[in-house]
C-alpha cells in the first residue's frame, strides 16, 4: 500500500527544537513536491511550507521563515522539516503531502490545497 508515513512529533519547551520527517512507503517521492501543513484545535489547515522534485525551490510561510528548513534526501525516500525556536503559536498535527507541484495558494485552498497524497499527521506541541 503506497502511502506517506510522518514521524518525528512531540511535545518540546518553548525555543526547543524537533525534526519532522515524511518517507514515502511504496511509491518514490523523486519526480514529487512534498508540502507540509498543520492544523491547530479550531483553525483551518495552514501551509507551512514546500519543496520542490530535484529540491532547488523552497517556500514557506511568512511566520515559519527563518525558523524552519524543509529538506529531502532522495536515498532515504525522506522529506524533512527542521523546526527552530518553537513557539507555542506553532503547536498543531502537522502533515506532509506530495503531488506535481507546490500549491498556489492564490488558488489552492485548505483543507487539501490541490495536493493528492496526504500523510496521517504526527502531533507537535510547544508548552513549558
Request: proline share 5%; net charge negative.
Amino acid at each position: 500500500q503506497s502511502q506517506l508515513v510522518e514521524s518525528g512529533g512531540g511535545l518540546v519547551q518553548p525555543g526547543g527544537s524537533l525534526r519532522l520527517a515524511c518517507a514515502g512507503s511504496g511509491f518514490s517521492l523523486d519526480l514529487l513536491y512534498v508540502g507540509w501543513f498543520r492544523q491547530a484545535p479550531g483553525r483551518e489547515r495552514e501551509f507551512v511550507a514546500c519543496i520542490s522534485d530535484n529540491a532547488d525551490s523552497t517556500h514557506y510561510v511568512d511566520s515559519v521563515k527563518g525558523r524552519f528548513t524543509i529538506s529531502r534526501d532522495s536515498a532515504k525516500n525522506t522529506v524533512y522539516l527542521q523546526m527552530e525556536s518553537l513557539k507555542p503559536e506553532d503547536t498543531a498535527v502537522y502533515y506532509c503531502a506530495a503531488d506535481f507541484g507546490c500549491p498556489v495558494l492564490t488558488v489552492d485552498n485548505p483543507p487539501d490545497y490541490g495536493m493528492r497524497h496526504w500523510g496521517q499527521g504526527s502531533q507537535v506541541t510547544v508548552s513549558s
